[in-house]
């Protein structure tokens, strides 16, 4: 049974870089899309991008410029950096993997909550 | 971006109720919407993808049909169903999700 769990600091300060990643077990990182998903308080989710094994990436447009999205095949992680952040981007982050045959999420780590503050 | 709403935002219903949640999106997506339920505190799991199909080990009282811009999600509620359903749209990027239909106890 795959599984997806996030990492990294739950606060993080004004005009800073969010930094998170997504430890894979119960299979390889090979062969799949790896997304990350946002989901502020009480709101909906919005997708922030995804990155093939190999390396090949796609950001939403309006996270574009401060989103990079990275991947360790050799640890079975991927990561998240996000910078200039502001109290907009205080949300649960989530990973999850895309189903194999769908550009839908089948699998998601429980999300960790990123609080921008000073 | 394709915009993604649902209706109602709030739905109160029993154990026992057929219930449906639409969702419409701002321009055709043909078939390829997918379902999610979201519990407190956890994440969205997937129930149904391309409009109409059953993720693997979802129980048969989840149905969805639709096409184009009009989708729904029928649940004959038990006890467990009780939570937050959202919409995802992957026509085209950015996939972007509904804002959530929450069901609650009546």
């Known amino acids: 049974q795959v599984q997806l769990q996030e990492s990294g600091p739950g606060l993080v300060k004004p005009s800073e870089t969010l930094s998170l990643t997504c430890s894979v077990s119960g299979g390889s990182i090979s062969s799949y899309h790896w997304n990350w998903i946002r989901q502020p308080p009480g709101e909906g989710l919005d997708w922030i991008g995804y990155i093939y094994y190999s390396g090949s990436t796609n950001y939403n447009p309006s996270l574009k410029s401060r989103v990079t999205i990275s991947v360790d095949t050799s640890k079975n992680q991927f990561s998240l950096k996000l910078s200039s952040v502001t109290a907009a981007d205080t949300a649960v982050y989530y990973c999850?993997?895309?189903?194999?045959?769908?550009?839908?999420?089948?699998?998601w780590g429980q999300g960790t909550l990123v609080t921008v503050s000073s | 971006d394709i915009q993604m709403t649902q209706s109602p935002s709030t739905l109160s219903a029993s154990v026992g109720d057929r219930v449906t949640i639409t969702c419409r999106a701002s321009?055709?997506?043909?078939?390829?919407l997918a379902w999610y339920q979201q519990k407190p505190g956890k994440a969205p799991e997937l129930l149904i993808y391309r409009a109409s199909s059953l993720e693997s080990g979802v129980p048969s009282r989840f149905s969805g049909s639709g096409s184009g811009t009009e989708f729904t999600l029928t649940i004959s509620l038990q006890p467990d169903d009780f939570a937050t359903y959202y919409c995802q749209q992957y026509n085209s990027y950015p996939w972007t999700f509904g804002q959530g239909t929450k069901v609650e106890i009546k």
């Open positions: 999850a993997r895309r189903k194999s045959d769908s550009w839908v999420f089948d699998y």
């Open positions: 321009q055709s997506i043909n078939s390829w």
